[in-house]
């Protein structure tokens, strides 16, 4: 079964804003450090954003200052606002859950395209 669903993704203009979201199942959401990584055309899957269960969070250098990571408990969701996009942002964006009670055990999402013209 789908554990990790991702939405929001699109084609926008450089300059725009878009709101990812992912939707948790609850065992999992309860239990894991979120993320979000994107994997852009030919290049490596990259870390964007992290909100652990516990600390501050992280973001990639890239992003600081334009992307913002949040989650909500009450509907076991992470989400991805993402402001000041530019071409360059233009990946598959993935939710990414990591248990923190058993070590080695991650969740990924299907990804979702976000596609920025310039």
């Known amino acids: 079964q789908v554990q990790l669903v991702e939405s929001g993704g699109g084609l926008v203009q450089a300059g725009g804003s878009l709101r990812l979201s992912c939707t948790v199942s609850?065992?999992?959401?309860?239990?894991?450090?979120m993320s979000w990584y994107r994997q852009g055309p030919g290049k490596q899957r990259e870390l964007v954003a992290m909100?652990?269960?516990?600390?501050?969070?992280n973001y990639a250098d890239s992003v600081k200052g334009r992307f913002t990571v949040s989650k909500d408990n009450a509907k076991n969701s992470v989400y991805l606002q993402m402001n000041s996009l530019k071409p360059e942002d233009t990946a598959v964006y993935y939710c990414h859950a990591r248990r923190v009670d058993i070590l080695g055990i991650e969740y990924w999402g299907q990804g979702t395209q976000v596609t920025v013209s310039s």
């Open positions: 909100i652990p269960k516990r600390g501050n969070t």
């Open positions: 609850q065992v999992i959401f309860r239990l894991s450090s």
